[in-house]
């Protein structure tokens, strides 16, 4: 009798196994399934979820989502937040049956729609705590003498525990600033995330890593962002880049993701090399180096902290406003540089320029850069210039050209005057790519130097009558 009862224990636990095992992860996989596990997601992330497809390994040993969608929140156009080809989660499938949604998923083939309205992100209140409150009962239903209140619950109902880990592959990322009307596309992204509701916080961080970016012609690799969201701002705790000619781009920083889209960045660039996409950028930070479509050498370092608003380069420039500092070594200009040009006034023969000590300070503010400080020094000599150049590349730069024709002996027209006059002004303007050089004439030097003279004869010989 013992022995058939325990041959029947036997039975009834294999049984078991194979319905817990075996059955359901089949019944999961059916139609009523997947909307099972889509309404627990979407209760966790607060948005509409849908899956093409799922399929639930034997005794739950994995999940995995075929054309899983998130799809926006209400107020921001209809469409996908967040698309994905393919998904794996160690979620347990007992645990999104119990509102848990507690492990992490992987995704490839995937398509992330970042959208900006009326100052708000879709980003805003994804995870977290929803809270939800009970109709409020009609005034004139009063309640039974003899039933009892049901306790309220703190915090009102909550959503589902959410402790999620994110890890997203080889991602194009669009983000859609509808307010200004710009939109920014961004291939090869990855996204490591993790959303937490646990101990009543909502905790959202990420890592992003994107490929390559191409801003303006200004090749970025390798981009590596650590953030951590902090109430209505993203905290951008580690930055970093590589930047052409084996330089390196590193900072931190803070963007407003919620009410508004203000952003603050502390950056230092190293060691970065001047090939011919990197000039452009070179050449409005120091435009002495301006012009120069020959092969300039040496390596920039520059410091800048910046604030500003908007997500594109557009949108940046009429609020961009802060301060920086630049400095080349081992620079080396072409003879078709804008001090080159200007040396060749000053009687400069050679062709090109070595440099040293070359910098440049500055502020930013209303769109233009506003130099504290542009100098250089080589050949013996050093290269003073004042002024601006704007974000848009306009330049308004000053410089005497004195000092040059002194160590250069001056060409055959300034040789002439510099023994006569104390300055020889020239204005810069145009752009960077095609600056306007507007030397003074000798003439109106010769006539500032005559003026000057019978202005000091005549006051001599005045204090001789009186």
Not at 85 to 91: F, H, P, Q, Y
Not at 453 to 458: R, S, T
Request: overall charge neutral; hydrophobic content about 40%; charged content about 30%.
């Amino acid at each position: 009798m013992i022995k058939k009862l325990i041959k029947w224990v036997f039975f009834l636990v294999v049984l078991a196994v194979v319905v817990v095992g075996v059955v359901l992860p089949m019944l999961a996989n059916t139609e009523s399934g997947r909307k099972q596990v889509a309404d627990a997601l979407g209760d966790a992330l607060h948005r509409e979820v849908s899956l093409g497809g799922l399929d639930i390994g034997w005794f739950f040993s994995s999940v995995d989502i075929k054309q899983l969608e998130i799809m926006n929140p209400e107020g921001f156009p209809p469409g996908p937040f967040l698309r994905a080809g393919e998904l794996s989660l160690d979620v347990k499938y007992g645990k999104l049956k119990n509102r848990q949604v507690v492990g992490g998923f992987k995704g490839t083939g995937l398509e992330l729609h970042i959208i900006r309205k009326n100052g708000r992100t879709n980003l805003e209140g994804i995870g977290g705590k929803k809270e939800t409150s009970e109709p409020a009962p009609p005034k004139d239903e009063e309640p039974k003498p003899d039933e009892k209140p049901a306790p309220k619950e703190e915090g009102g109902k909550k959503g589902p525990d959410l402790d999620l880990s994110l890890e997203l592959l080889d991602a194009t990322v669009t983000i859609d600033d509808l307010d200004k009307g710009e939109k920014l596309v961004v291939e090869g992204v990855s996204v490591e995330m993790r959303l937490s509701n646990q101990a009543g916080v909502s905790d959202a961080g990420m890592k992003i890593r994107v490929r390559e970016i191409d801003q303006n012609g200004l090749k970025i690799t390798e981009l590596e962002i650590d953030a951590k969201q902090s109430g209505d701002w993203l905290d951008l705790e580690k930055l970093r880049a590589n930047l052409p000619g084996q330089g390196r781009l590193k900072g931190d920083g803070r963007l407003q993701v919620k009410g508004g889209d203000a952003w603050n960045v502390k950056l230092s660039a190293e060691s970065v090399g001047l090939n011919e996409d990197v000039m452009p950028v070179a050449s409005a930070l120091f435009p002495m180096a301006a012009q120069a479509k020959g092969q300039a050498t040496g390596r920039l370092d520059a410091n800048f902290e910046m604030k500003g608003n908007g997500l594109t380069w557009e949108a940046m420039k009429p609020t961009l406003s802060g301060i920086g500092s630049v400095k080349l070594s081992g620079l080396g200009l072409p003879s078709d540089s804008l001090l080159a040009q200007v040396a060749k006034f000053a009687g400069r023969a050679e062709s090109t320029i070595q440099l040293n000590d070359a910098g440049a300070q500055f502020d930013v503010k209303d769109g233009w850069m506003m130099f504290n400080r542009l100098s250089a020094s080589g050949d013996k000599v050093r290269y003073d210039f004042a002024g601006r150049v704007s974000l848009e590349g306009k330049l308004d730069l000053t410089m005497d050209l004195m000092p040059l024709v002194k160590a250069f002996g001056g060409d055959k027209n300034y040789a002439k005057v510099k023994d006569k006059v104390k300055e020889i002004p020239m204005r810069i303007g145009g752009t960077t790519a095609n600056p306007d050089y507007k030397p003074p004439k000798v003439e109106d030097l010769l006539k500032g130097a005559i003026g000057n003279i019978i202005e000091k004869e005549a006051g001599g010989l005045l204090d001789k009558i009186r």
